[in-house]
């Protein structure tokens, strides 16, 4: 059974970090495109970052959203095939239910999106409130 779970989300400070996991089961994830997504209450769901599947040199490309830039970044360890989220500098408005989400790619292909269109597997989400 192919299952993404996401966990590490909670209640932070202003200015905290957090770090989000996608864990993967029924599947190999490096075989995968893998994307960070986000919805805050009435707002649409928006790409955060990617990151694709290895190649020889590294785990993956990795692409952001333009307004995550800097304080976001995604990694993957595939021993535990898992996806981390790392945000820092934490802003109230960062507040949503965070995804990962997963499409298959052939091994080694440098693919995947910030559209939440192309994918087919996705978590239930973890929220993340950014108060103080």
Do not use: H
């Amino acid at each position: 059974q192919v299952q993404l779970v996401e966990s590490g989300g909670g209640l932070v400070q202003p200015g905290g970090s957090l770090r989000l996991s996608c864990t993967a089961s029924g599947f190999t994830l490096d075989d995968y495109g893998i994307g960070w997504f986000r919805q805050a209450p009435g707002k649409e769901r928006e790409g955060i970052s990617c990151i694709s599947s290895s190649d020889g040199s590294s785990d993956g490309s990795t692409y952001y959203a333009d307004s995550m830039k800097g304080r976001f970044t995604i990694s993957k360890d595939n021993a535990k095939n898992t996806v981390y989220l790392r945000m820092n500098s934490l802003k109230p408005e960062d507040t949503a239910v965070y995804y990962c989400a997963a499409e298959w790619v052939s091994s080694g292909s440098n693919w995947c999106s910030l559209s939440s269109d192309y994918y087919d597997f996705w978590g239930r989400g973890t929220q993340v409130t950014v108060s103080s």
